[in-house]
């Protein structure tokens, strides 16, 4: 065993976590490190798993049928059924699902650390092959099925997360080594765009009278006007991608490096400098958009992978960041729930599930709702200040929402009244890499053009039929293989390569009783495995 491997068997926190079983003595070989049997299954964790995977797909969905290259851009064409769908996904959905998955990414992150800790094994090296072979999957995902992977940021996320558990485990960061830094450190990053966005208001705010704030709105006023005026004429003679892809040659070839001085000009000159500088801008961006439509409705799987490909290279940019920024502090809250005994023993806080239950349902639909309704009125086209206000309350309402999610969905789980409805979604859970890639696969197969040719062709209301006909599937499709497999196909090659051993599949008789027992209503008896 190395040395941070040994350190990675120490307990983290004595006070929140039930005392470890000693490491063997370092005479005696190391145990193996094998997966969980599903005997020791976290239901709940599973349920919401699969609760998790439903708000996935009812997002990803849209995600194949435009290009990514609009991500989290509102469709303003559309109307009646498609408008309220896209709408209420917006409100309902939109960020809440991926913030509700990485919670449960750090969860069992915890409890495998845990486990590791208690039976005195290696954790260490294993968790890094574990990650890196997820990377994998997540760039394989990327590049052969669709652009919008997530699954190699989290393997990011994740090695910054034992990064922080080896730090913490160094004399000099020994202090932190508490599950209660754990909370704070997730709690404080997850709040700091909120708390960077209001001192940015508020120095906005304290700056602008009404005379400048009245001279900021008539000037973008006139620069929307002339931009109009500028695309109308454009349009009359770009009237196909290659043309357009000429025009933003045209713009290439200017001089960029060229830097204007703003307050030189007059208030005329400076109307036309960014009507012109707004028009090259968005032309660029429709090559673009156009370029995505190409690949995707082409007939040729090559051409679109190419694609995939290149743009994949281009996402690598962004990963260290969104998965410090966004799925790092996430996963830090996901280990604190476990560490501190919250997910672990649910009954013992009922009320910290009721409350995030009444304020996170509560309070996130109303800055959900009151966000939506503020960036998606026609007035922020031309007001940033609005626009930005209602992205942030949005923004925020996004993690309150995800709270109350989580807190409704546990109190349902620990309910005798409401778990029954929800153990149906436990065997999605415990496959959930195989049904999230089962997604990619059959949406690419619906809309791309080298499969079905759909793209662009279902709107948002008939989509969430189709959403509804793959959750049906999937979940019928889960409870039969766990009936008869102890993984689903990919979480068995991950373990595979995991543990570098192949892994037994099929289930024995004791253990297909516990599968059972996962599809049928959790022992009011007991409370869930956690």
Known sequence: MTTNETALAEPIDNTSISQPTPPAPPTKPAKTFAPISITKRIDAMDILRGFALIGIILMNIEWFNRPIAELMQFDYSLTGIDWGASWLIKVFVEGKFYKLFSLLFGMGFAIMLFKAQEAGRPFGAWFVRRMLILFVFGMTHMVFLWGGDILHDYAVGGLLLLGWVLLIRTKRMKRFNHSKYFLRIGMTMSLLPIVVSLCAALFFGSTRDEAKINES???????????????????????????????????????????????????????????????????????????????????????????????????????????LAICFPIFMLGYWLIASGVMREPEKHI????????????????????????????????????????????????????????????????????????????????????????????????????????????????????????????????????????????????????????????????????????????????????
């Open 217 to 323: 709105w008539e000037e973008r006023q006139a620069v929307a006007t002339l931009y109009e005026e500028l695309e109308s004429k454009q349009a009359l003679v770009l009237t196909t991608n290659e043309l357009i892809a000429k025009e933003v040659e045209s713009y290439a070839n200017d001089s960029d490096e060229e830097k204007i001085d703003e307050e030189t000009l007059s208030p005329e000159e400076l109307i036309i400098y960014k009507a012109k500088r707004r028009l090259k801008s968005r032309t660029e961006r429709k090559h673009k958009i156009g370029k995505e439509i190409d690949a995707f409705t082409q007939e040729s799987y090559w051409t679109a992978t190419k694609f995939r490909a290149s743009q994949s290279l281009q996402q690598l940019k962004f990963t260290p960041f969104f998965a």
């Open 351 to 530: 009320n910290l599930f009721r409350g995030l239950a009444w304020v996170g349902m509560g309070m996130g639909l109303f800055m959900s709702v009151s966000g939506v309704l503020i960036s998606l009125h026609p007035a922020t086209k031309n007001a940033v200040e609005l626009k930005a206000s209602g992205d942030m309350i949005f923004f925020f309402g996004q993690y309150i929402l995800t709270a109350g999610y989580l807190g409704l969905l546990m109190l349902m789980i620990l309910s005798k009244k409401t778990q029954r409805f929800l153990t149906w979604l436990a065997p999605m859970g415990r496959m959930a890499l195989t049904n999230y890639i089962s997604h990619s696969i059959i949406l690419t197969s619906i809309f791309y053009g080298y499969a079905g040719g759909m793209f662009g062709e279902i709107s948002r209301g008939p989509q969430i039929l189709i959403v509804i006909s793959i959750l049906l599937a999937q979940a019928l499709l889960s409870r039969w293989w766990l009936n008869n497999f102890q993984f689903g196909p990919l979480e068995w090659l991950w373990r595979s390569l995991t543990y570098l051993k192949v892994q037994p599949m099929k289930v024995s008789p004791i253990e297909v009783d516990a599968v059972k027992t996962v599809s049928s209503p959790i022992s009011t008896n007991s409370t869930p495995k956690i």
